[in-house]
Antibody
Framework: QVQLVQSGAEAKKPGASVKVSCKASGYTFINYYMHWVRQAPGEGLQWMGNINPGGGSTTYAQKFQGRVTLAWDTSTSTVYMELSSLRSEDTAVYYC????????????????WGQGTLVTVSS | SYELTQPPSVSVSPGQTASVACSGHRLGDKYTSWYQQKPGQSPVLVIYQDSKRPSGIPERFSGSNSGNTATLTISGTQAMDEADYFCQTWDSSTSVVFGGGTKLTVL
């Protein structure tokens, strides 16, 4: 079945970086955009950016420009999200989620979500 | 930047109809999606392109979008529908916006 499986929880100190992985299965990896969304404790959903695994192009939310990097590995159908210069406000659950078919003229919804990865930033 | 506004909470009695609103400037000109999230779980897509249901989503979930407001409607609300609901749209073809979320209580 179609699924996204993320790496495990991380505990980091302020100023460090974290890298979260998201392994896709059950569909053609390069055919769909992959997005990252985070959710701070008790808060709403916040979009971070996306990547086209077919071509490598990325788009980042303005809030995270310069701190987030998305990468991919076609051989393992895995997308990575790295967030640097961590601060306590970055404590959140980070989700990868599948977006539109690459080439669709109309951006679409997020139909498959990973299980989430808790990143805790504390000194 | 574009903003979506949702009421923080909505209450409904079992078997009744629940409506969750999501407002934004000329939102009717964009596609809106809705996600259900239960405590400790990942979000689940329940409505996309304003009014379409993914396979496996019960028929009691429906959506509409016109003017400045998109609405998620749950007919015959069940206890299992108690959850947070988030609306989502695209600010441009490249930028995603979520509403702040609405906690639906079934009591």
């Amino acid at each position: 079945q179609v699924q996204l499986v993320q790496s495990g929880a991380e505990a980091k100190k302020p100023g460090a970086s974290v890298k979260v992985s998201c392994k896709a299965s059950g569909y053609t990896f390069i055919n769909y955009y992959m997005h990252w969304v985070r959710q701070a404790p008790g808060e709403g959903l916040q979009w971070m950016g996306n990547i086209n695994p077919g071509g490598g192009s990325t788009t980042y939310a303005q809030k995270f420009q310069g701190r987030v990097t998305l990468a991919w590995d076609t051989s393992t159908s895995t997308v990575y999200m790295e967030l640097s210069s961590l601060r306590s406000e970055d404590t959140a659950v980070y989700y990868c989620t599948r977006g539109s078919l690459v080439g669709n003229t109309t951006p679409d919804a997020f139909d498959i979500w990973g299980q989430g990865t808790l990143v805790t930033v504390s000194s | 930047s574009y903003e979506l506004t949702q009421p923080p909470s909505v209450s409904v009695s079992p078997g009744q109809t629940a409506s969750v609103a999501c407002s934004g400037h000329r939102l009717g000109d964009k596609y809106t999606s809705w996600y259900q999230q239960k405590p400790g779980q990942s979000p689940v897509l329940v409505i996309y392109q304003d009014s379409k249901r993914p396979s496996g989503i019960p028929e009691r979930f429906s959506g509409s979008n016109s003017g400045n407001t998109a609405t998620l409607t749950i007919s015959g609300t069940q206890a299992m529908d108690e959850a947070d609901y988030f609306c989502q749209t695209w600010d441009s073809s490249t930028s995603v916006v979520f509403g702040g979320g609405t906690k639906l209580t079934v009591l």
